[in-house]
């Protein structure tokens, strides 16, 4: 006759009217090898005391054989997990607590058995299976139930985080709680140097925008993204940062075409920050492979702004190079590269690998097609503006 389900329903039983000496000894047995749950933070001493009361009568029962509810062994282990998720503490300490749990279980059972009779005690390796499957069984359900909680928990602050992201590029930070709980939730403070920086996904180019974050944090610098109505806003942490460097790890990185907002001292003012970007953005044409700050491109952010104006200097100014057929596009190029060179037609040749006497040439070529002398002040900047307007339409 099998004695083995007689003699563990006896053990069980046994134990279970020694429960609160029991527990007591894992306890101090589990805050001796864990200086996490010996603090009392996150899991305090009475928490830990009700837990493992829990779950030692359900191990108890469950090994001898007298469980009323098949799935109540289970739904406790994953309520566990779920606790344990909850409050933070790390799965490596909760799963080493359940082993310790073993430990002192097993050790107050071989001390029962050791005055059972011979024939009792060659049941021990059995028994002793017995409980490390029971063990085994709740750490699993534990486990299981405390990654999935973990998931849910990212997933639940991940999106907080996104509608508090968008809270502030949407102008709702001058509410003070609003502001408070961003910075909370971003892992930042409320007033240190920031930038904003919109990153264009461009119709013709079907890739994704690559991820700047990892470059940006390996220089020291904090970021945060997010997908915005066929862009990718990043609020990027630049505290004492050189802005220039910021464009020059987005350009690293592969990044196509993006603005990059003034730099400013409040996360109140991250609207005016993605406004801003966007402005320089729109000053970019797509697939020009540019990246650049608002404060490089003011120029044609005003002209941007009011295209009438824009279309006015372009038809004042250069309407007839405009409509110059074949002789367009290198009178223009000669004109922006002479400008760009200080008027200088040494320098302008240089730079167009040409004669110096060419360059005159054409320079005196736009002034007779624009009706503008070439040495007027005027002239030179209603030139320069109207070349900025054109960059605006391509």
């Not at 029971?134 to 909680?149: N, V």
């Not at 940006?216 to 997010?226: F, I, P, Q, T």
């Not at 603005?259 to 001292?265: K, R, Y």
């Amino acid at each position: 006759m099998n004695e083995e389900p007689a003699l563990r329903r006896e053990l069980a039983a046994t134990l279970l009217a020694d429960i609160d000496g029991l527990i007591e000894q894992l306890a101090a047995d589990i805050c001796a090898h864990s200086v996490r749950y010996a603090s009392g933070s996150p899991v305090s001493q009475e928490d830990l005391r009700v837990t493992l009361r829990g779950n030692m009568e359900l191990a108890l029962n469950e090994f001898g054989g007298t469980r009323a509810d098949a799935d109540r062994f289970e739904a406790v282990a994953a309520e566990n997990g779920r606790l344990r998720a909850e409050q933070g503490m790390p799965l490596a300490t909760v799963l080493q607590a359940y082993r310790r749990g073993g430990r002192v279980l097993w050790q107050a059972m071989a001390d029962w058995m050791r005055d059972r009779s011979p024939a009792q005690q060659r049941l021990v390796g059995d028994m002793a299976g017995a409980v490390w499957e029971t063990i085994d069984r709740f750490s699993s359900a534990m486990a299981d139930a405390y990654r999935l909680r973990t998931l849910e928990l990212q997933h639940r602050e991940a999106s907080r985080r996104g509608a508090l992201f968008e809270a502030l590029l949407d102008g709702r930070a001058d509410d003070p709680a609003v502001a408070a709980a961003a910075a909370t939730a971003l892992g930042v403070p409320r007033q240190d140097r920031y930038a904003v920086v919109v990153i264009a996904q461009d119709t013709h180019d079907p890739s994704s925008p690559p991820d700047p974050g990892p470059a940006l944090e390996a220089r020291g610098l904090w970021s945060y993204w997010r997908p915005r109505a066929g862009t990718v806003a990043g609020l990027v942490r630049v505290r004492s940062a050189d802005p220039d460097a910021l464009a020059d790890v987005l350009r690293a990185q592969g990044v196509r075409r993006a603005g990059i907002s003034p730099a400013f001292e409040s996360l109140a003012d991250a609207a005016q920050g993605v406004r801003l970007a966007r402005r320089a953005l729109d000053t970019l044409p797509p697939g020009s492979g540019q990246v650049a700050g608002l404060d490089d491109r003011l120029v044609h952010a005003a002209l941007g702004a009011e295209p009438e104006i824009a279309d006015r200097l372009t038809a004042r100014y250069l309407d007839g190079v405009l409509r110059s057929g074949a002789e367009r596009q290198v009178l223009l190029e000669t004109l922006r590269v002479w400008l760009d060179s200080g008027c200088s037609a040494s320098a302008a040749a240089a730079a167009l690998f040409c004669h110096r006497n060419t360059i005159l040439n054409r320079v005196g070529r736009v002034a007779e097609l624009s009706g503008w002398p070439a040495d007027s002040g005027e002239s030179r900047l209603g030139w320069a503006l109207a070349l900025r307007a054109l960059e605006l339409e391509h």
